[in-house]
């Protein structure tokens, strides 16, 4: 990249012509992630908790653009730009706190644990077998996903997932006309996003960016033998996995409750906290340490003293501990404190609307896209938007009839395009969306539904609010529209058919969750826990008393965390704090101590030491390259692990 092209990036400034960024070196790209990155990602979530996103992206396009480059065709910064955006679809960590990735089948096998787990033993009896297979079926007892008892639940899967595509599309790309084009919001970390992406296809002209690379490419790969290639190469060898460093972190939470009671104590010690350290905001990892010590080391032992934390037993662990004090205390206060964000993002887009009209009253709007960005017409995206949604609601009150549909149409016609509009432009502002708590949860019980199916009903509330940014990013690339379009286009029968075919591989080699998989085995109970208890929500008791959930929602609590919120966030004017620390503040409170100390550790080591060694602006250039080496390592260990635990399964089905 040029100087100027860099400077315009950075300055977020629209390109004045575009080019094609999907073409046959993509679509090779594509399948390789799918083969070979997706599996990878199984695998490693279900160990350590992480995908391999980072990884899959950066392996992805150094290894394309080395053999674009030595075949004398180097890649285009807008085909590296389509590489990363495919990469980081195809192999994202579907739910992050039960650590699963690997496509939409994810979503399958979880639902077969969970029906037959312990957690789910009272509303078993209720789920749906369009959702999953009862108990004992075959599909379930011998692990096989292409039993016909399967069929069902996997051709909803189909339609819903296509409909969120739809959805994803058509609505995001309206919202990034409208904030972008019209209201030329200033969407503060697309350039960010847009430079990393592209930073390697560079590399030719800047060997710093080689090296620095190279650098973290070998601190990822001793960390990396350690920490994920010891825990799977021995599960694979005798069937529990020995980690050298604890995963995902070491709980001393025990070893403190005599002094201090209730609080949640843990360092980890992955070096990717402090790589990310190196590459996040210094503000926003700074607020969220100090919530998350304040909450989780601080209050928990005065509010137990006090007896507000009426489930916690003294000998938990971390994850139990922190799981009765969400459900006695946090839970509350932490929908106050979104309330509060949305009440401030409310005002903020109220405002905007204002101060527009006020400098804006001679100002003509146009729709018209910037010549040869290859846009779509609104109307079309607009037409996929509503379609996909008129399809989930007619699908939901197919499965749950007796659901209101006047709520489905409020969810899917009202509500999501209204918070859609309104997270784009908060992330068009300040750079983060806004989110409505238990809203669906608020929902459902007040509908007067009284049964556990219509949880797995594809309920059509959602907030495509980020997407306008990721347009945004595409086109600070200089990527036409239309290039996403077709990626998406050939994306989904991909991933559909590969996330089948290794799950289905995957699950009946392997039960899940074993000691083999040391994040699945320690969180999936805790997580099946909590679904538990939300599924029963609106489930009446035989002795009318209120479930867990229900007397989580404390009416007062909600109260304090909204006029908290409201309060940090006037006192951060007041005094000049950053806007970036009231928001990690209020992300923190729900975070483990563990993970946030070592990201402060690196954020500080970065900005009080390496950024005065360096250079602030070129300590900046060089923090994302070496994550994306540290990253690129890790994963390389991850998947040459993985790929041996692989083939040991396959082998082991074999007769001979």
Not at 241 to 248: A, K, W
Not at 459 to 476: S, T
Not at 482 to 487: C, E, L, M, R
């Amino acid at each position: 990249m040029a100087d100027s092209e860099r400077e315009r990036i950075d300055s977020n400034q629209a390109p004045s012509s575009f080019e094609e960024g999907f073409t046959f070196k993509t679509a090779i790209g594509a399948l390789f992630i799918a083969l070979f990155m997706l599996p990878g990602g199984m695998y490693l979530a279900l160990v350590a908790g992480q995908g391999v996103g980072d990884a899959a992206e950066w392996v992805t396009i150094v290894l394309f653009a080395e053999v674009a480059r030595r075949s004398y065709a180097p890649l285009r910064k807008q085909e590296v730009y389509v590489l990363f955006y495919m990469a980081l679809t195809l192999t994202a960590v579907v739910n992050a706190d039960r650590g699963l990735a690997g496509g939409p089948f994810s979503n399958l096998i979880w639902n077969a644990y969970f029906a037959t787990s312990q957690a789910a033993r009272p509303i078993a009896n209720q789920i749906p077998h369009w959702a999953v297979p009862g108990a004992l079926s075959h599909g379930i007892v011998h692990r096989e996903l292409w039993h016909p008892d399967w069929w069902r639940p996997i051709m909803l899967l189909l339609v819903t997932d296509l409909c969120g595509r739809l959805s994803y599309l058509g609505l995001g790309y309206a919202l990034f006309r409208l904030t972008s084009d019209v209201e030329k919001l200033p969407f503060p970390y697309a350039s960010v996003a847009a430079s990393g992406a592209t930073a390697l296809s560079e590399a030719g002209s800047e060997s710093w960016r080689w090296g620095i690379f190279s650098t973290g490419t070998v601190i990822g790969l001793l960390f990396g033998v350690v920490y994920i290639g010891v825990p799977v190469l021995t599960g694979t060898l005798f069937g529990h996995s020995f980690e050298l460093l604890p995963i995902p972190f070491a709980d001393y939470t025990t070893n403190v409750q005599n002094l201090l009671p209730a609080a949640v104590v843990g360092l980890s010690f992955s070096l990717g906290n402090v790589f990310m350290g190196f590459v996040l905001p210094y503000e926003i990892v700074l607020g969220s340490m100090v919530a998350s010590l304040f909450a989780m080391v601080f209050m928990n032992p005065i509010l137990f003293h006090f007896k507000m934390l009426p489930s916690y037993v003294p000998g938990s662990d971390a994850l139990t501990t922190k799981l009765t004090a969400d459900m006695d205390f946090w839970l509350s206060i932490g929908i106050g404190v979104n309330m509060a964000i949305a009440m401030i993002g409310l005002a903020l887009v109220y405002r905007a609307f204002k101060d527009a009209r006020r400098l804006n009253t001679e100002r003509k709007f146009s729709l018209a896209p910037p010549p040869g960005r290859g846009d779509i017409p609104v109307f079309l995206a607009i037409a996929a938007w509503l379609g996909s949604t008129a399809v989930l609601v007619v699908v939901s009150h197919y499965l749950v009839p007796n659901f209101p549909v006047w709520l489905l149409l409020v969810f899917g016609f009202m509500w999501s395009p209204l918070n859609s509009y309104i997270s784009a432009r908060m992330i068009g502002l300040t750079g983060r969306g806004v989110s409505f708590p238990y809203l669906k949860e608020a929902g459902v019980v007040a509908s007067g539904y009284r049964r556990v199916d219509v949880w797995y009903a594809p309920i059509p509330l959602v907030d495509q609010g980020a997407v306008a940014q990721r347009f945004r990013e595409v086109e600070l690339t200089g990527t036409k529209m239309h290039s996403i379009f077709k990626a998406e286009a050939m994306m989904y029968p991909l991933i559909f058919a590969a996330s089948f075919g290794f799950w289905a591989f995957f699950w009946n080699s392997n039960a899940l969750p074993s000691g083999q998989f040391p994040y699945a085995q320690k969180f999936w109970p805790i997580q099946a826990q909590m679904s538990a208890v939300l599924q029963q929500i609106n489930v009446p008791r035989p002795n009318g008393e209120l479930g867990w959930f229900a007397k989580a929602i404390k009416p007062g609590l909600i109260g304090v965390g909204t006029l908290s919120g409201l309060a940090l966030y006037g006192l951060c004017g007041v005094f000049k704090i950053p806007l970036l620390f009231f928001y990690g503040f209020a992300g923190g409170l729900g975070l483990y101590p563990a993970n946030t100390v070592p990201q402060f550790l690196g954020a500080w080591a970065g900005k009080r030491y390496l950024a005065k060694k360096y250079g602030v602006e070129t300590w900046s250039r060089y923090a994302p390259v070496l994550l994306a080496g540290f990253s690129c390592g890790t994963g390389l260990v991850a998947l040459a692990s993985i790929s041996l635990a692989l083939i040991s399964r396959a082998v082991a089905k074999l007769p001979y």
